[in-house]
């Protein structure tokens, strides 16, 4: 029976349906389900069949292919909060020689990233042959599978949550992006621009002039691993050491790398790199004035005591803190030109000689809470009339530990 619209149930059928389980319940509301055209299962994401469509390839199944066989990856850029849009890097590596493309993406969009490849392919010194990435839904989908095909190029992926499958590319994303680059957040068309440069430079500093370990042979015996690789080489050098290499490739190759400077190239990646620094940081510490370029001979000097420093990189610099501001209104607004007045004519007072004369003179308003407020005013206060007495300048702008600035 019904009653102010509720219906009412027979206790017996109230224990009936206390005592099903949830597996009857959802045998029972099959039908009602169908008609009202909902689906018992959860539906597939698109990129399902296209992962299925697209064959695996494990970190042991290259059987040393010739170059243009390379894996991909992205590297996001978003700091420590992935929200919002953000740049991404998309990186080349080869697996025969290590050569290695970086390029920014300025959304994750699969067309966008078919053009980007599309460019970067350019830039190879050889055809692209394969592509080898994992199972992000911006690779596994028909945009990047068709392109593929049109291109002639071999798709193949990974197998899901191994990242040694990828072992190549993951490498460089932390010898090359992550070491370059760093983990701040960089965002916009203005980031990208910065990025684009400073890859341009880093593309050919890391193939032409970074030499690197190539695994030859690995052993295991027991919990032992014996590892073997073969003489540090550059990409560029085990490219055109490589008998699959055409003439007209090698040809290019050394009229190329005869006609670059390292020096001039490392210069360019610093600067491109303080570049990135500022743009990540100007939201934290405000607006700043621009980094000003060192000249390549104010560059060259500064290399012979660089070591010294430590890590010189200016993407490694810790990122600055927000200075922290006043989170409360002023307690002495209303009286501060007042106690400035006494300070000025009584220096030797004691912060807490003048609050007892401003409590005094305002009974009520200053609880002795406020006192350690007064003594903070009162200690800039006192720095300042002593850099003025004794080395005629006014106060700089301090860091958070109030250190005082060298004196020459």
């Known amino acids: 029976m019904e009653r102010h619209g509720h219906l009412q149930l027979a206790p017996e059928v109230r224990i009936s349906l ?15 389900r169908q008609q009202g055209g909902r689906s018992m299962h959860r539906k597939a994401p698109p990129s399902a069949a296209i992962r299925r469509s697209v064959p695996v390839r494990t970190f ?12 991909a990856d992205l590297v996001s850029h978003s700091g420590p909060v992935a929200k919002g849009s953000f740049v991404q890097t998309l990186v080349l590596t080869d697996i025969a020689t290590g050569w290695t493309e970086c390029a920014p993406l300025l959304v994750r969009e699969q067309r966008l990233l078919t053009e980007v490849l599309n460019e970067m392919r350019k830039l190879l010194p050889f055809a692209l042959l394969g592509l080898d990435t994992d199972n992000d839904s911006v690779f ?30 993951e490498q ?12 701040r957040r960089f965002e916009g068309l203005e980031a990208a621009a910065v990025l684009a440069r400073l890859y341009a430079a880093l593309r050919l ?79 934290v510490i405000g607006d700043v004035a621009p980094p000003t ?19 010189v990189r200016p993407t490694r610099a810790p990122k600055p803190t927000a200075k922290r501001l006043r989170r409360r209104p002023d307690p002495f607004v209303a009286v501060t030109i007042r106690l400035r007045e006494w300070f000025e004519a009584e220096p030797w007072r004691t912060s807490r000689e003048l609050f007892e004369r401003l409590q005094a003179e305002y ?32 106060p700089v702008d301090l860091d958070s530990k109030n250190e005082c600035p060298a004196v020459a």
């Open 205 to 283: 500093f890391v193939n032409f002039f970074q030499p690197s370990f190539k695994l030859a042979a690995k052993s295991r015996d027991g919990a032992k691993v014996t590892k073997r690789y073969h003489q540090p080489a550059t990409p560029c050098e085990r490219l055109m050491a490589d008998a699959r290499t055409s003439d007209e490739v090698l040809r290019r190759l050394e009229v190329l790398r005869a006609a670059l400077d390292p020096v001039r190239l490392l210069q360019q990646i610093r600067v491109a790199q303080h570049e990135l620094v500022h743009l990540a940081d100007a939201s």
């Open 363 to 394: 009974p009520g308003v200053y609880p002795d809470g406020q006192l350690r407020t007064c003594q903070r005013r009162l200690k800039e206060w006192r720095r300042e009339a002593a850099l003025q007495l004794v080395f005629g300048t006014a």
């Open 172 to 183: 460089k994303n932390g010898s090359v992006v992550r070491r370059s680059v760093g983990y």
């Open 140 to 169: 596994m989908n028909e945009t990047v599978r068709d392109y593929c095909l049109a291109a002639n190029v071999e798709f193949t992926r990974c197998r899901p949550y191994r990242k040694n499958d990828q072992a190549w590319v």
């Open 293 to 311: 370029a060192p000249t390549l001979e104010q560059f060259l000097s500064g290399l012979r005591t660089a070591w010294r420093e430590g890590e």
């Open 18 to 32: 206390l005592a099903m389980s949830a597996a009857t319940i959802d045998r029972t509301l099959r039908t009602v």
């Open 60 to 71: 042991d199944g290259w059987d040393n292919p010739p170059p243009g066989f390379v894996e």
